[in-house]
């Protein structure tokens, strides 16, 4: 499968856009969820499986000048799953106006992402920033020397800056910060600006428990109240897997941001 929409398209100039119109009961994915379908590719998924067999099958069927327009498919015995609910598929040959509808789409929906800003690109930001990359948040990572920056692979938004704590203040309600830089009073700088915000939805910080002993320590040498600590996840990533390779501590924090996020989402919501 091809991982990037602006590959895939070039590369496929005639393809089908299978898209899930309606669900009952338990299915793998929701209304809205689609895929593009080539003679020899595909873009996205619609929840794998064999419904998606099924729904690809299709697809190139259409490009051949048959197929159906609309898909009613059980999700049971009958096709060989278990989900037991039932989703209806609209399947239709994607002209420019469709696939420009769909660049619309995916850019008002990465519009709507939450913004994760890592503060330092060293081995754990490197793999952090890579971790994020296919996730549903916009990541720019800060870093003060330039080095780093460039050893980034593509595609992932950077910023040179030389007093990252300022970039707090302009962080849009409901970010992640992520402090990960070279530097341990860089670190509590920047802490201390996040910390100050009540709106963020996660801060968090690389470190042990000394880290944090030291942090509180310093927070209240400089008069941060200590109910500030509740609000910093340190160490990142948990405490049940002792892998400390920067991939694991990036999976590990990853979807400790993704659950975090899930919980602020659903508390600003009440």
């Known amino acids: 499968m091809t991982s990037s929409l602006a590959v895939f398209l070039p590369q496929n100039p005639a393809s089908v856009l299978v898209e899930i119109i309606g669900t009952q009961g338990s299915t793998p994915r929701e209304a809205g969820t689609f895929m593009l379908v080539s003679a020899d590719d595909i873009w996205g998924t619609i929840g794998g499986g064999q419904f998606e067999f099924m729904a690809i099958a299709n697809a190139r069927a259409m490009l051949e000048g048959g197929g159906l327009a609309v898909m009613d498919i059980p999700l049971g015995p009958e096709?060989?799953?278990c989900c037991g609910g039932r989703t209806q598929l609209s399947c239709r040959v994607?002209?420019?106006e469709i696939i420009a509808d769909l660049r619309r789409r995916l850019e008002g929906e990465a519009?709507?992402?939450?913004?994760?800003?890592?503060?330092?690109a060293g081995h754990v930001g490197r793999a952090l920033a890579v971790a994020l990359k296919p996730l549903p948040v916009t990541t720019l990572v800060v870093e003060t020397r330039q080095a780093e920056l460039d050893v980034l692979p593509d595609g992932i938004e950077r910023r040179l800056v030389a007093m990252p704590e300022a970039l707090i203040a302009d962080l849009p309600s409901g970010?992640?910060?992520l402090i990960l830089t070279h530097d341990h009073a860089l670190d509590f700088l920047i802490a201390w600006e996040a910390l100050a915000r009540?709106?963020?939805a996660y801060v968090?910080?690389?470190?042990s428990a000394t880290k944090r002993a030291t942090?509180?320590?310093w927070l209240a040498r400089e008069g941060g109240a200590p109910s500030l600590m509740?609000?910093?996840?340190?160490?990142?990533?948990?405490?049940?897997?002792?892998?400390?390779r920067p991939e694991v501590i990036a999976a590990m924090t990853a979807a400790e941001i993704l659950t975090t996020l899930a919980a602020y989402r659903v508390r600003s919501s009440t």
């Not at 968090?204 to 470190?207: A, L």
């Not at 509740?230 to 400390?244: M, S, W, Y």
């Open 175 to 177: 970010s992640v910060v």
């Open 215 to 217: 942090f509180a320590h």
């Open 204 to 207: 968090g910080m690389i470190g």
């Open 198 to 200: 009540s709106d963020l």
């Open 230 to 244: 509740e609000r910093l996840t340190l160490p990142i990533g948990g405490t049940t897997v002792k892998d400390k």
């Open 111 to 120: 519009q709507a992402f939450p913004q994760v800003t890592l503060f330092g």
């Open 94 to 96: 994607a002209s420019a």
């Open 79 to 81: 096709i060989g799953q």
